[in-house]
């Protein structure tokens, strides 16, 4: 089984708006790039309203929908990281974003102070949620 978007629509405009099927992380990257991956197909920032989208594009057990504002102001920039749980529903509104997923789980994306890791201390790599998240689920791909 896969997660279903019910309904995405845009209330604001982004540069970039993906979603990624999430198969292993690159720590030695950041943003989308340390997602490695599979981008759908089904959503875009052309488009401003979708409904029923299932995710079964590619396998994988995380998502990760970004939406990077337009103009860029990182404070704007959406992020929701996701997995599959049967009998779960997402309901997210905010930052120009309003997405309804069911048989999701949201993962919060935390963020530590410090990382093991060569560029845990440059701001580009530990201010960047996508890094954050990389970081976090990195355990389950070795």
Sequence with gaps: MQPKILHIEQTRKFRYLWLKYVTGVNLDRH??????????????????????????????????????????????????????????????????????????????????DTYDHPMGDKPEYYSCRNWQFAQQISGEFK
């Design 31 to 112: 943003c989308a790039r340390c997602l490695k991956g599979y981008y759908s197909d089904q959503i875009s920032p052309r488009v401003s309203t979708r409904l029923d989208i299932l995710l079964d594009e590619y396998q994988a057990e995380y998502f990760y929908l970004c939406g990077v504002s337009s103009p860029y102001r990182w404070e704007n920039n959406f992020h929701l990281a996701f997995r599959y749980k049967a009998g779960s529903t997402i309901d997210v509104n905010e930052k120009g974003i309003h997405v309804k997923i069911v048989d999701a789980e949201k993962i919060d994306i935390v963020r530590r």
